[in-house]
C-alpha cells in the first residue's frame, strides 16, 4: 500500500511539473543559435571558392552569347563529340547566340550531358537539382561529364535557403526526387584511395550566368 502512495504522489508532482514552463538554463549555448554565420563575400564568389575547391570547374558569364562562346571553346578543346542536352530551353537559347553542337544520340551514347539546375547552395559549393526537370533524374549522373548552366537567381546561402526556394517554386507538388551534387562523384572505399569518376560523373563544369537574356 505505501508503494502505491508513493508512486502516485511521484507521478503526480512529475504532472505538475510539466505544466510549467521552464526557462532554458543556458541560452547561449551550442544548439540555441546556428552552426552556420551569415555569408560576407558575395555569393557567386562564395559558391566559386567552394564549387573549384571540391575539384568542380566554373565559368562566370555576363550573358548567354557570352556563355555560348565559351562553351563552344570548352567542347573543341575538350574535344566533345556528342553532346547531349534533353532540356530544349536551353538548346534553343545556345542556338539563337550560335552554339549549335547537340548530340542527337542517347545520354548513354554522350560525352557530356548539359543541365540545368534548381539552385547553388553557395556554403558547400553544391548543385541542387531534382527529378521535375526536364533532364530528369538521370542526365547529371550517367554521363561522363556534367555541364550545369545556372542562373544567378539560383544562388542561395545554405541548404535550408535552397529547399526553402524549391518549395516555393513547387508548393504542394515536391518533385519524387530533390538532390544535391558537391563536385566529381568521389569514393575511397578501396583501399581507402580517392578515385574520381566511379559512381557518378568525373568532372562536372557550372556556367554561372548573369543575364539570361537572349
Not at 26 to 39: D, K, L, M, Y
Not at 121 to 126: D, H, I, K, L
Request: charged share 20%; net charge neutral.
Amino acid at each position: 500500500m505505501s508503494n502505491s502512495f508513493s508512486k502516485e504522489n511521484i507521478l503526480k508532482k512529475i504532472r505538475k511539473a510539466l505544466t510549467q514552463t521552464v526557462p532554458l538554463p543556458f541560452p547561449n549555448s551550442e544548439g540555441a543559435n546556428s552552426v552556420f554565420q551569415p555569408a560576407t563575400d558575395d555569393l557567386a564568389v562564395l559558391f566559386a571558392q567552394e564549387f573549384t575547391r571540391l575539384q568542380g570547374k566554373f565559368a562566370y558569364c555576363s550573358n548567354v552569347l557570352e556563355l555560348a562562346n565559351e562553351l563552344k571553346k570548352l567542347v573543341e578543346q575538350q574535344d566533345w563529340k556528342e553532346v547531349y542536352c534533353a532540356e530544349n530551353s536551353i538548346r534553343s537559347s545556345l542556338h539563337k547566340n550560335g552554339y549549335t553542337k547537340f548530340s542527337s544520340g542517347t545520354l548513354a551514347q554522350c560525352d557530356v550531358a548539359i543541365t540545368s539546375c534548381e539552385a547553388l547552395v553557395a556554403r558547400t559549393g553544391s548543385i541542387m537539382m531534382s527529378a521535375a526537370q526536364p533532364s530528369g533524374r538521370t542526365a547529371s549522373v550517367y554521363a561522363p561529364i556534367h555541364v550545369c548552366i545556372a542562373n544567378v537567381n539560383q544562388l542561395v546561402y545554405d541548404v535550408k535557403d535552397a529547399i526553402f526556394l524549391i518549395k516555393q517554386k513547387y508548393q504542394n507538388n515536391l518533385p519524387s526526387l530533390i538532390t544535391f551534387a558537391t563536385g566529381p562523384s568521389r569514393t575511397a572505399d578501396i583501399e581507402k584511395t580517392l578515385v574520381v569518376g566511379v559512381h557518378g560523373p568525373k568532372a562536372v563544369y557550372c556556367f554561372l550566368v548573369e543575364s539570361n537574356q537572349d
